[in-house]
């Protein structure tokens, strides 16, 4: 069983930047895709970006795209998310989940952390 934990969010001014980890615990953490979702109050989750295991195919979000970059360490089992000219709009519950293959649907996504709030202030 593959149990995923967030840290790294936090209040950041409009402009600032945060560096969400994701550590991952059970299963075999290199053979899967890991991606970055976000849910806003009212809002349905959505796809910020995604990594193969190899980390040779990324994925983001044309929202986040230039802006944010992610990022995985095999060795330790981590995956970020660097979070830069963070805007107001970014502001959301930021979930980490893992998938065989790397896709922007949340559902092809099987386990999940219990997210990390970001809050991004004007």
């Known amino acids: 069983q593959v149990q995923l934990v967030e840290s790294g969010g936090g209040l950041v001014q409009a402009g600032g930047s945060l560096r969400l980890s994701c550590a991952a615990s059970?299963?075999?953490?290199?053979?899967?895709?890991m991606g970055w979702f976000r849910q806003a109050p009212g809002k349905e989750r959505e796809f910020v970006a995604g990594?193969?295991?190899?980390?040779?195919?990324?994925r983001y979000a044309d929202s986040v795209k230039g802006r944010f970059t992610i990022s995985r360490d095999n060795a330790k089992n981590m995956v970020y998310l660097q979070m830069n000219s963070l805007k107001p709009e970014d502001t959301a519950v930021y979930y980490c989940?893992?998938?065989?293959?790397?896709?922007?649907?949340?559902?092809?996504?099987?386990?999940w952390g219990q997210g990390t709030q970001v809050t991004v202030s004007s």
């Open positions: 990594i193969t295991w190899s980390g040779l195919w990324i």
């Open positions: 059970g299963g075999t953490f290199s053979r899967g895709s």
């Open positions: 989940a893992r998938s065989p293959l790397l896709t922007t649907t949340p559902e092809d996504y099987s386990y």
